[in-house]
């Protein structure tokens, strides 16, 4: 996830769909893969998605409770990712040895949740409230704090945040598209996919 700096957020109407998307993202050299609970049957999509693509790596997001997160690992999640902080959800977690990160805003609470022992702490919404700026300013006090801002980064946006400090970022619709693939533009996302991933490169080679 380090390495590659992207971490696409897949929300899909089915197990099939999840599918055709997950192997869109892989084409374009994105085989980190973040798959929303809010996506009906979520945990045997990940089952399904562990089975059909071994190389992958799958993880949960918007897990709220130690029990989904508990449910996820066992079908297969190699990570969790939660929009907000729940100690008990980090401590089954770490049990499992299985990465996390919590959710987070503040100051206040991405300490919180480092010190709770979340491995990454994902900044969310991190576009409503100043984006990369916002970013750069929490790392400065915080630079031993692994940071991952989800909502509000886009292709256009993706660079900033690497820039100002983002250990990677968390894309949802801008990257993948399920509009497109249900209107037969896969390779709209596999060079999406592309696209991000040079982004995050050359912001890298940079700094």
Not at 28 to 53: F, N
Not at 70 to 98: H, M, Q, W
């Amino acid at each position: 996830m380090r390495e590659l700096g992207v971490v696409p957020v897949v929300r899909a109407s089915s197990g099939q769909e999840a599918l055709q998307l997950v192997q869109s993202l892989r084409e374009g050299g994105i085989d980190v893969i973040e798959l929303t609970m809010t996506v009906p049957g979520a945990v045997e999509i990940i089952r399904e998605l562990t089975k059909a693509q071994p190389h992958a790596l799958i993880g949960a997001g918007t897990v709220l409770d130690p029990e989904t997160a508990r449910a996820c690992i066992l079908a297969g999640a190699k990570f969790v990712v939660s929009p907000a902080t729940d100690e008990a959800t980090i401590t089954l977690c770490r049990t499992y040895g299985v990465p996390v990160m919590a959710g987070a805003l503040t100051p206040t609470e991405v300490v919180r949740a480092w010190r709770a022992g979340s491995d990454m702490v994902k900044v969310f919404p991190c576009g409503a409230v100043g984006g990369a700026s916002y970013l750069k300013a929490l790392k400065a006090p915080l630079p031993q704090i692994e940071l991952i801002p989800t909502g509000g980064v886009s292709l256009e946006t993706a660079a900033d945040f690497i820039a100002a400090g983002a250990s990677a970022v968390g894309a949802g619709a801008d990257l993948v598209d399920a509009k497109k693939l249900r209107s037969g533009e896969p390779g709209y996302i596999t060079d999406r996919a592309r696209k991000y991933v040079a982004a995050v490169a050359a912001a890298r080679s940079k700094s």
